[in-house]
């Protein structure tokens, strides 16, 4: 029982919001020490596995590229692009932005962001498309779109990024798992990934779907002057 | 071949966090410039020369390390992206052309992975290479930037970049304690040994559930997949990579169900001015339930 004081150490230190690395080291050793490592064990069993998954670092070299091809504006060329999305309900807008995101996500294009693309873009032009549509928004309604939108990102992001063969959650899965004595490539990883990530878009549709739906029966609709 | 390029490719990635180094010990409007060059150098070390030192040296540089995160020593400075104006100007000139050194790393990495047994990382250190040169030509940028930029974004990532290596890490020292017998021992009571379902449903909803109380599903599935999927899933003759992909991804449901994942779920709240600052949450909860259980189902027969 006493071997599961890192479990513990890990979840009462990610609870207290200490910091991460620390927890996570400190976890390690004294796990190492309850199951009768020596201190020199300790340093070189982490020593070792930090060396053979240093792979999982390697997206360093493409950072120097991706902060040049922000300096030159990828990201506000990527704005004008969700900007151009002509979408004709609240739930279309979030819909067509999660699977943009998730797209560029399987790509390893890291274009997304509460900050950079839901306040700015995806919000306003979900409540734009539902202003079109409805007489006067009451504040529920407000309320869901910005969670929506703010999901929108959430769905695309998670479920898209492990597409992708050299993405963190790959490597990690590939490394814990060899560390565990089961071997796995990231190719092998990454295809498995994509059930899900198909699966997740599509619940997401559905999702919107059912809101534009809701938001119908909640709210009157404007009419259009050919009726008036 | 492949592991000598492998080893080519972390010196690149050492020189980044290099320069990373050398930016921070030159940074005045850096207050923690010491600490932070300190933990950029001896992660360029052990990506340099890693290799040739005894493991227990690279221990002790890893403790170092932690020790500057734990004393809040390794900060982002002052290095910064292009003015609005400038970028609004170089977006307008260059376009959609933009994507195109973005995207060849992808593409070339997957090319790679596909068609050449080099393996999809190098083929991402290939595209991210032929990126960069792609990404000097078009833009004609002064070369300074590919080590300034590198830096601003490696700073900006911070300490936190090494935490999927640290966790691997401590998969090992588990490994080697015995923590994963110990879990499969307490838990066997509960599941039937060689009951393939009972063992996918407490993979699955234990990866929800680990993430939902530390809002992190990385350090979740070092811990869950040691203590219930190797003894309960993967020693019952799973598919090792279709379990892998979706025991993380079902990490993830449970990201999107927490106020643990702060960044995922309460700062866009805030961002977006919410009443309730569970909001997104709320809004996340049915579909994480429904996607949990397509988890559930999926490795239980796709797996076997």
């Known amino acids: 029982m006493l071997k599961l004081i890192g479990v513990l150490i890990i979840v009462v230190g990610f609870v207290m919001r200490l910091d991460t690395i620390a927890v996570v080291l400190v976890a390690g050793i004294v796990t190492g020490l309850v199951g009768g490592l020596s201190v020199q064990e300790i340093l070189s069993t982490l020593g070792s596995a930090f060396i053979t998954n240093r792979y999982m670092s390697l997206f360093l070299v493409t950072l120097p590229v991706i902060g040049i091809l922000e300096r030159y504006g990828l990201r506000e060329t990527?704005?004008?692009?969700?900007?151009?999305?002509?979408?004709?309900?609240?739930?279309?807008?979030?819909?067509?932005?999660?699977?943009?995101?998730?797209?560029?996500?399987?790509?390893?294009?890291?274009?997304?962001?509460?900050?950079?693309?839901?306040?700015?873009?995806?919000?306003?032009?979900?409540?734009?498309?539902?202003?079109?549509?409805?007489?006067?928004?009451?504040?529920?309604?407000?309320?869901?779109?910005?969670?929506?939108?703010?999901?929108?990102?959430?769905?695309?992001?998670?479920?898209?990024?492990?597409?992708?063969?050299?993405?963190?959650?790959?490597?990690?899965?590939?490394?814990?798992?060899?560390?565990?004595?089961?071997?796995?490539?990231?190719?092998?990883?990454?295809?498995?990934?994509?059930?899900i990530a198909i699966f997740a878009f599509v619940y997401a549709a559905v999702q919107n779907y059912l809101f534009d739906r809701k938001l119908a029966k909640r709210l009157t609709a404007k009419k259009t002057q050919a009726e008036d | 071949m492949k592991n000598i390029l492998l080893e080519g490719l972390y010196i690149l990635a050492g020189l980044v966090s290099l320069i990373t180094a050398y930016m921070a010990y030159k940074d005045k409007e850096l207050k923690t410039r010491t600490g932070t060059a300190v933990f950029w150098f001896l992660l360029a070390f052990t990506f340099i020369v890693g290799k040739y030192v005894p493991p227990e040296v690279i221990g002790v540089a890893i403790l170092i390390m932690g020790g500057l995160t734990a004393f809040k020593q390794v900060n982002f400075g002052s290095l910064k992206n292009a003015p609005d104006a400038f970028r609004e100007e170089k977006?307008?000139?260059?376009?959609?052309?933009?994507?195109?050194?973005?995207?060849?790393?992808?593409?070339?990495?997957?090319?790679?992975?596909?068609?050449?047994?080099?393996?999809?990382?190098?083929?991402?250190?290939?595209?991210?290479?032929?990126?960069?040169?792609?990404?000097?030509?078009?833009?004609?940028?002064?070369?300074?930037?590919?080590?300034?930029?590198?830096?601003?974004?490696?700073?900006?990532?911070?300490?936190?970049?090494?935490?999927?290596?640290?966790?691997?890490?401590?998969?090992?020292?588990?490994?080697?304690?015995?923590?994963?017998?110990?879990?499969?021992?307490?838990i066997s009571g509960v599941i039937p040994q060689g009951n393939i379902l009972a063992g996918v449903i407490a993979y699955c909803v234990g990866m929800a559930l680990f993430t939902m109380i530390m809002g992190n599903a990385f350090a979740a599935f070092a811990v869950i997949t040691a203590g219930i999927g190797i003894p309960f899933v993967y020693t019952q003759g799973a598919t090792p990579w279709i379990a892998g992909a979706l025991a993380l991804t079902a990490g993830y449901c449970g990201t999107l169900m927490t106020p643990m994942a702060a960044n995922f779920n309460i700062v866009p709240a805030a961002i977006l001015e919410t009443k309730d600052k569970n909001r997104v949450i709320y809004s996340q909860v049915p579909l994480a339930i429904v996607l949990l259980i397509t988890h559930i189902v999926l490795m239980y027969f796709w797996a076997f």
């Open chain 2, 91 to 186: 977006s307008q000139k260059f376009g959609n052309k933009l994507f195109i050194p973005a995207l060849t790393i992808a593409v070339v990495a997957f090319a790679v992975g596909q068609f050449t047994d080099l393996g999809g990382l190098v083929g991402m250190g290939f595209g991210a290479i032929l990126a960069t040169i792609i990404a000097l030509v078009m833009t004609k940028v002064e070369t300074k930037y590919i080590g300034y930029d590198g830096s601003r974004l490696l700073g900006q990532v911070g300490s936190a970049s090494i935490l999927p290596q640290l966790l691997a890490a401590l998969g090992a020292l588990f490994s080697a304690a015995g923590v994963g017998e110990v879990i499969a021992q307490g």
């Open chain 1, 78 to 195: 990527a704005a004008r692009a969700i900007r151009s999305i002509k979408a004709a309900t609240s739930g279309k807008v979030m819909t067509t932005y999660t699977i943009v995101r998730e797209l560029a996500a399987a790509f390893s294009l890291r274009l997304g962001g509460h900050v950079q693309f839901i306040r700015p873009l995806v919000y306003p032009m979900a409540t734009g498309a539902a202003e079109m549509n409805f007489e006067e928004l009451d504040e529920e309604s407000i309320e869901e779109i910005k969670g929506r939108s703010a999901a929108s990102e959430n769905y695309g992001n998670f479920f898209g990024q492990n597409v992708f063969i050299a993405a963190g959650g790959v490597l990690l899965i590939v490394g814990t798992l060899g560390e565990l004595g089961v071997e796995v490539t990231p190719a092998q990883v990454s295809g498995a990934s994509i059930p």
